[in-house]
Every structure is written in C-alpha cells, then in structure tokens.
C-alpha cells in the first residue's frame, strides 16, 4: 500500500502540525527533525513545534519542510483543505509567509466603503463607532482584508490621512465598529502576514465528506481506506493581538 500523504494545519492548541506516523521513514524523520516536529500529540497523531516558537518562525518551517519533502518524492496534504495537491499546499504556505498586498485590496476597500455608507444611514451608532465609519466611507481609511468569525467581522485597513495602519472589529449585531490595533505603515508588510495567519487561514477541521473525497482520490486502486485520525478540540476562531 502507498504512504499516505502527509497533512499539514495550524491550531492554536500545537500551532503548526503534521499528521505522521510515529515512526516515518528515514528521509522523512530527517526533514520534520531538521523543521522542529519534534513534539509528538496523541491521539491525534500528529508531530508540532511547541507553542513557545514565535508564530512566523512555525509557518516559515513549515514551509521549508514541505519544500523539501516535495523534493524528497513525498506527498503532503492541507489537513483543513484536504483537496490541495501537493503543489497547492507549498503555494499556499508561500502565501501565508507573504508581506505583500492583498491583489483584491481594491474591491475589498470599495465594498467596505458602500457598506459602511449603508450603516450611516440606517444604523444608530456610537461616536467613536460612526467616526472610524465615516472614515471608512470616505475613504480615508482603506479596509485592505476583511474576514467574519460569528457576530465578529476583523479587517486591517490603512489610513491615509495618517499614514497608520490599523486593525478593526466589527461586532454585528450592534454595529459597533472599534480599532484593535494601530501601528505605522512601515509595520504593513508584517501585519499583512499575521493576518494572513490568524485570521485567512483556514483553521477547521475538514468535514467528513470534504475528507473522504481526498482519501479515496489519493488511494491507490483496490485498496483499504484507513482510519480518519480524531480532530483535536475546536479552538475558538478569533484572533488576538500578541504585542
């Protein structure tokens, strides 16, 4: 039988984690030693960092890991995403690890901006709430990347008129609309990429069905389907600041 793929995620229990057996062949034990896998999680059955290892520092490993089993003739998965083929997975990391621009920057601050005009109009607001949407519907502050958990919308934006680049929560239900994080513009880049890795990432466990299909799709003809290993405990979906 072929060596199943191995399955790269993230969750905020093990951060960055692969799903390998316990004793990987040689070539393999060398590249998930060399990334830092070195923590063993049962019965999930999955190799991670520890959590002590800065964020950036994970998912650049991982990276590098996935680039050269790739290299090494060994398939690797998204464990969230199970359908990406090996390519789309080291694509993907290469995105996570990005500082740059979000390509649909400009439809997502056109959208924000119509949104926040239609809140203005209809929605009772606080004072500092309708500030911070005025500016979003003038235009003064350019939400780049936006992504809804629940009741809790997060986006990072730039404001123009004073060259910072700041992160929102908008919770809703209510309309409340707040700034949780502020930096200079010069931390944009390093902001683009933490977003991309708390909040764009997808981070859920795969459905069954979605699961399944990428088994039965990397089985070889005639052969067994092994046991989906347990998910871990959900991890609430909502990204904090860590300054």
Not at 52 to 57: E, G, I, R
């Given at each position: 039988m072929a060596p199943q793929p191995l399955r790269f995620g993230w969750n905020y229990d093990l951060g960055e984690f692969v799903l390998a057996p316990r004793y990987p062949r040689p070539a393999v034990t060398r590249v998930l030693a060399d990334a830092g896998f070195h923590l063993r999680s049962e019965p999930f059955g999955a190799w991670h960092m520890g959590?002590?290892?800065?964020?950036?520092?994970?998912s650049a490993a991982a990276q590098s890991a996935i680039g050269r089993l790739i290299a090494e003739g060994v398939e690797v998965r998204n464990w969230h995403e199970p359908q990406?083929?090996?390519t789309d997975?080291?694509?993907h990391y290469g995105w996570l690890n990005s500082e740059a621009p979000f390509p649909d920057a400009a439809e997502t601050a056109h959208r924000a901006r119509s949104e926040a005009a239609t809140r203005l109009g209809r929605v009772r607001l606080s004072s500092d709430t309708r500030a911070v949407t005025e500016q979003i519907a003038e235009g003064e502050?350019?939400?780049e990347a936006r992504r809804t958990f629940d009741d809790d919308e997060w986006m990072i934006a730039a404001n123009r008129g004073t060259g910072r680049y700041l992160e929102l929560r908008h919770h809703r239900p209510t309309g409340a609309l707040s700034v949780t994080g502020d930096?200079?513009?010069?931390f944009a880049g390093h902001l683009r990429r933490e977003f991309r890795l708390l909040v764009l990432r997808e981070t859920r466990p795969p459905t069954a069905a979605r699961m399944r299909a990428a088994r039965a799709a990397s089985r070889p003809p005639g052969s067994r389907q092994a046991p989906v290993a347990p998910a871990p405990a959900p991890a609430t979906a909502v990204p904090t600041r860590r300054r």
């Open positions: 959590t002590s290892l800065p964020m950036f520092d994970q990406q083929s090996s997975v080291l694509r502050v350019e939400v930096a200079p513009e010069t």
